[in-house]
């Protein structure tokens, strides 16, 4: 089982990213995808989810900034992230079927 995140980086205040988390190894189309998100010194926590049906949840602290789609033919979970704030650094993290991705840092910084 291999999860690949990608998109990463650098933005200012008020920018957009978007990550993609490319999974392997897995029946992806039966499977809740999630993105979490870890700062220095502070616990991981959910940042968002979807559903093998494609039902999402949100954490409160991104609703209405973040979305968050899957793609099972490409067997990839994506996370836009707009209006981004200076407290959304983090290392963020793809999660599939139990197994975590290696991670991909977030730094919004003007």
């Known amino acids: 089982v291999q999860l690949v995140e990608s998109g990463g980086g650098l933005v200012q205040p008020g920018g957009s990213l978007g990550l993609s988390c490319a999974a392997s190894?897995?029946?992806?189309?039966?499977?809740?995808a999630s993105w979490y998100r870890q700062a220095p010194g502070k616990q991981r926590e959910l940042v968002a989810s979807?559903?093998?049906?494609?039902?999402?949840t949100y954490a409160d602290s991104v609703k209405g900034r973040f979305t968050i789609s899957r793609d099972n033919a490409k067997r990839t979970v994506t996370l836009q992230m707009n209006s981004l704030k200076p407290e959304d650094t983090a290392v963020y993290l793809c999660?599939?079927?139990?197994?975590w991705g290696q991670g991909t840092q977030v730094t919004v910084s003007a």
């Open positions: 979807i559903t093998d049906g494609g039902m999402t």
């Open positions: 190894g897995i029946d992806f189309s039966i499977t809740t």
């Open positions: 999660w599939c079927a139990a197994f």
